[in-house]
């Protein structure tokens, strides 16, 4: 039973360069969930999304990100034109319904903005 | 969401209980206590919820005080494996549907 995965574990990109970060829920899972974890801060969560939805992207900024969670394949985290504040651990958690009692979180993707 | 307040860092010994506390007195009536750990370099992963009464599983008890102001995480025989930052966090199901909103957790220390 596969958990949720994340690929690259880690990513390195230059100022201004575009990062893209993958995300499979489980398996039968079509709620998805992005947190960022800053250096020595908490988690934040960014966005929630659903089979070809957002639902909530209160926490994404405002500019240079955006998600999506097509019908089919990966969700999907894109940063534009990355800065060294993006640099970060990058969580991607799945839930079978919306209000589950359980997350479960990949292993996250360590983004290293040089 | 409810404020939560935890200690920085605790410190335990292996093969001792701990109990991990978390003060949450601006909870609602119908939030759920959830507590997640993260290991080191790892993402965070699902312990333990509740809403009013004791609950237990494989993993560790939950003792939710009988105004709900507060909870105690109980591991009853510490690993170092469980050396892990513990989050408590009160989450509303109905309208925030499984989004969590994480405080700064406690650090766990296990000596051997």
Same mark, same amino acid.
């Given at each position: 039973?596969?958990?949720?995965?994340?690929?690259? +574990?880690?990513?390195? +990109?230059?100022?201004?360069?575009?990062?893209?970060? +993958?995300?499979?829920? #489980?398996?039968?899972? =079509?709620?998805?969930?992005?947190?960022?974890?800053?250096?020595?801060?908490?988690?934040?969560?960014?966005?929630?999304?659903?089979?070809?939805?957002?639902?909530?992207?209160?926490? #994404?900024?405002?500019?240079?990100?955006?998600?999506?969670?097509?019908?089919?394949?990966?969700?999907?985290? +894109?940063?534009?034109?990355?800065?060294?504040?993006?640099?970060?651990?990058?969580?991607?958690? =799945?839930?079978?319904?919306? =209000? =589950?009692?359980?997350?479960?979180?990949?292993?996250?993707?360590?983004?290293?903005?040089? | 969401?409810?404020?939560?307040?935890?200690?920085?860092?605790?410190?335990?010994?292996?093969?001792?209980? &701990?109990?991990?506390?978390?003060?949450?007195?601006?909870?609602?009536? /119908?939030? *759920?206590?959830?507590? *997640?750990?993260?290991?080191?370099?790892?993402?965070?992963? *699902?312990? %333990?919820?509740?809403? /009013?009464?004791?609950?237990?599983?494989?993993?560790?008890?939950?003792?939710?005080?009988?105004?709900?102001?507060?909870?105690?995480? %109980?591991?009853?025989?510490?690993?170092?494996?469980?050396?892990?930052?513990? *989050?408590?966090?009160?989450?509303?199901?109905?309208?925030?549907?499984?989004?969590?909103?994480?405080?700064?957790?406690?650090?766990?220390? &296990?000596?051997?």
């Amino acid at each position: 039973n596969a958990g949720v995965m994340q690929n690259p +574990r880690h990513l390195v +990109r230059r100022r201004g360069q575009e990062a893209r970060l +993958r995300c499979s829920p #489980m398996k039968g899972h =079509s709620h998805v969930y992005w947190y960022r974890q800053l250096p020595e801060e908490g988690l934040k969560f960014m966005v929630y999304l659903q089979k070809e939805n957002i639902i909530d992207e209160s926490g #994404m900024p405002k500019e240079r990100f955006s998600a999506e969670f097509p019908k089919e394949g990966p969700s999907i985290l +894109r940063i534009q034109q990355v800065v060294r504040g993006d640099s970060a651990a990058y969580f991607c958690a =799945s839930s079978p319904r919306y =209000s =589950s009692y359980e997350q479960y979180f990949g292993p996250g993707t360590r983004l290293t903005v040089t | 969401d409810a404020k939560t307040t935890q200690p920085n860092s605790m410190e335990s010994n292996e093969e001792e209980p &701990v109990h991990l506390p978390c003060n949450h007195s601006t909870i609602s009536g /119908t939030d *759920y206590i959830h507590w *997640y750990r993260q290991l080191p370099s790892q993402g965070p992963e *699902y312990v %333990i919820h509740g809403l /009013t009464s004791n609950v237990n599983n494989r993993m560790a008890s939950l003792a939710i005080a009988e105004d709900r102001k507060s909870s105690t995480l %109980i591991l009853h025989r510490a690993t170092l494996r469980d050396a892990a930052v513990y *989050y408590c966090i009160p989450t509303q199901l109905e309208t925030s549907g499984s989004r969590l909103t994480f405080g700064e957790g406690t650090q766990l220390t &296990v000596n051997p």
